[in-house]
């Protein structure tokens, strides 16, 4: 597999100003000398009980007492401030950048990961992040990317780093192939750069009420998907929203070309949907795809029971798969983007099954059992348009 730790800026009351402190030696007025070679101080003066005519030098130790005064409230308001309001390195991991010295952030070290890909990408390298940095007992980091990835959607926990500390730690780049490993419980390296895209239930299912916690929508965000989806509902009153994912895009000419592989047709859209039509009594479809022109031509919405998001028109990733992870059920072809909303949304999943060739450089990298949970249920790909090279 939506990249210092983000500390929110402390607010109060900075204390006041120093010139209040000085308000005693601005009511001390000088007059001219009188004839008699006194010094005439106003009746107000505190000085004046204490100070004799013609005589300067019983003013110098009072003198002195209020400078000395003034020191100490001086060095005790800046005490105030310096515990009020923390320097950038008291409220972040300490790291120690001087050239030849090793930084040392916290006794946990700090675990982070690259920031690849679109939203599904984001999301896969944040949860693999979650469970492997807990699994080996390390304080997960997300990159200032990743957050601004998901932080518009979720409710995401994960410390930031500052971009500046981002280059001072020395970190150890360590790969990971796309399923959990045993050798991934003991990583070594305190400060260790996870890369690669993981996408795999097999690294955080044991945590997944956590991670659903971490991918828990904004209340703004979930309103907008209800409403929507509320707007659909019409007559019926046993609805069953089903999100159905369709993508294209890239993956329509990569599959082919790099993969010998396949992205779904409209045969495997029309048995997904024919499942749900059989099982529900009333089904209602809400389509999303970064293909939207094509979703149109190929998927019957004759019944009534089909909207696209949109009006048809594609809209942002994070809309759309607010709305996927908003219905019951899911339908979903290629890509982490449809994983990642069956995920969430825990209720029955059809995904496109078996869609390269069997000798496909693709399975090298991507294990099918490692991506779709057990439950879920696969349909078979026609991979028929390969060996006609009419595939798309």
């Not at 090793?102 to 946990?108: A, G, I, N, V």
Request: hydrophobic share 40%; proline share 7%; aromatic share 12%.
């Amino acid at each position: 597999m939506s990249g210092g730790p983000e500390v929110p800026g402390a607010r109060g009351d900075a204390g006041r100003p120093l010139s209040a402190l000085s308000g005693a030696a601005k009511s001390i007025k000088k007059h001219p000398p009188r004839a008699n070679g006194g010094w005439d101080l106003l009746p107000s003066s505190s000085l004046g009980a204490m100070t004799a005519p013609g005589s300067w030098v019983p003013f110098q130790p009072l003198l002195k007492l209020i400078l000395y005064l003034l020191a100490i409230m001086t060095f005790s308001f800046l005490i105030h401030l310096s515990s009020r309001f923390p320097s950038t390195k008291q409220r972040l991991p300490s790291l120690n950048v001087m050239e030849g010295s090793p930084p040392h952030p916290t006794e946990q070290g700090m675990w982070t990961v690259n920031s690849a890909g679109r939203l599904g990408n984001q999301m896969g390298e944040y949860a693999t992040l979650y469970a492997l940095a807990k699994m080996n007992g390390r304080q997960a980091y997300i990159l200032p990317e990743m957050h601004q990835q998901l932080a518009p959607l979720f409710r995401i926990t994960l410390p930031v780093l500052p971009g500046d500390m981002v280059w001072s730690v020395p970190w150890r780049n360590y790969e990971l192939h796309d399923w959990m490993s045993e050798e991934y419980r003991h990583i070594e390296g305190k400060y260790v750069q996870l890369t690669g895209y993981p996408c795999s239930w097999t690294f955080y299912h044991h945590l997944r009420q956590e991670i659903l916690q971490e991918f828990s929508f904004h209340d703004h965000v979930k309103e907008e998907a209800n409403r929507y989806l509320a707007g659909l509902r019409g007559q019926r009153r046993n609805v069953t929203y089903v999100g159905v994912h369709v993508r294209r895009g890239d993956y329509v000419q990569e599959m082919a070309k790099h993969w010998n592989g396949v992205v779904a047709d409209k045969a495997y859209l029309e048995k997904a949907m024919g499942y749900f039509r059989a099982k529900y009594q009333e089904p209602v479809f809400v389509v999303t795809s970064n293909g939207m022109e094509w979703c149109q031509e190929n998927i019957d919405a004759s019944r009534g029971d089909v909207y696209f998001s949109g009006d048809g028109k594609e809209s942002s990733p994070g809309r759309d798969f607010a709305l996927l992870a908003h219905c019951n059920h899911t339908i979903m072809t290629i890509g982490t983007f449809g994983i990642w909303a069956g995920y969430l949304v825990g209720g029955e999943t059809i995904y496109l099954a078996n869609y390269t060739l069997p000798d496909s450089p693709f399975l090298k990298i991507f294990k099918p059992e490692a991506a779709f949970l057990p439950q879920w249920i696969g349909i078979n790909a026609d991979l028929s348009p390969l060996r006609s090279g009419t595939s798309g």
